[in-house]
Each structure stands twice: as C-alpha cells, then as structure tokens.
C-alpha cells in the first residue's frame, strides 16, 4: 500500500511564498510521476504541475513562472515551492502518485490560503 503525506500548507499574504511538501511510503515503482493538484471550494480538481522520476516537468498555464516543482527521489519526495501568490491560488492542495496509467494514489490534502 502507499501512503503519501503533505505538508507545508497554511496562511500567506498576496505575493508571498510556501513550499509543500510529500512525502511518498509503501509499494513504489522506480519510474513514477509525482504531482500537485488543487480543488477551490465549488471547483473542480486542478492539475497544478508534474514531475516524472526522470525530471521532466508540466505545469498548468496559471502557475507558470510562479511555481516550481521538484523532486527528490532518494527520498520519495516532492516539493513545490510556490511564489507571488495570488488570492485565486487558494485552494486544498493535493499530492498525487502516478504508478501507471491506471494505479493512482492521493494524499489527504494540505490548506493554501492567500489572502489580499
């Protein structure tokens, strides 16, 4: 079983910065992609950005330039490290492993609160 835990969320004024973290335990394969989500009250979940086990990355055009995601795979970790913050980027923030195109697990989601 895999097990993933966030944290890093909280509270940030407009133009401020946070960094989640995940941390990923249990039954992982050596390539994986490993990602943030988002889902704001009424909203649907968001992709946010992705890194492979290889380092490649993906980002969704509203966080460009602002976020960056990393990873260290030695410790089955993922970073974001969130910059410029705006009101709109609150959201619950959720970590997500991707061990094939149909094994997928989630974290129980970390709070991001921008306030202006």
């Known amino acids: 079983q895999v097990q993933l835990v966030e944290s890093g969320g909280g509270l940030v004024q407009a133009g401020g910065s946070l960094r989640l973290s995940c941390v990923a335990s249990?039954?992982?394969?050596?390539?994986?992609?490993m990602g943030w989500y988002r889902q704001a009250p009424g909203k649907q979940r968001e992709l946010v950005a992705t890194?492979?086990?290889?380092?490649?990355?993906n980002y969704s055009d509203s966080v460009k330039g602002r976020f960056t995601i990393s990873r260290d795979n030695a410790k089955n970790t993922v970073y974001l490290q969130m910059n410029s913050l705006k009101p709109e980027d609150t959201a619950v923030y959720y970590c997500?492993?991707?061990?094939?195109?149909?094994?997928?697990?989630w974290g129980q989601g970390t709070q991001v609160t921008v306030s202006s």
């Open positions: 890194i492979t086990s290889g380092g490649t990355t």
């Open positions: 997500n492993l991707r061990l094939s195109p149909a094994l997928g697990y």
């Open positions: 249990g039954s992982i394969f050596s390539f994986n992609v």
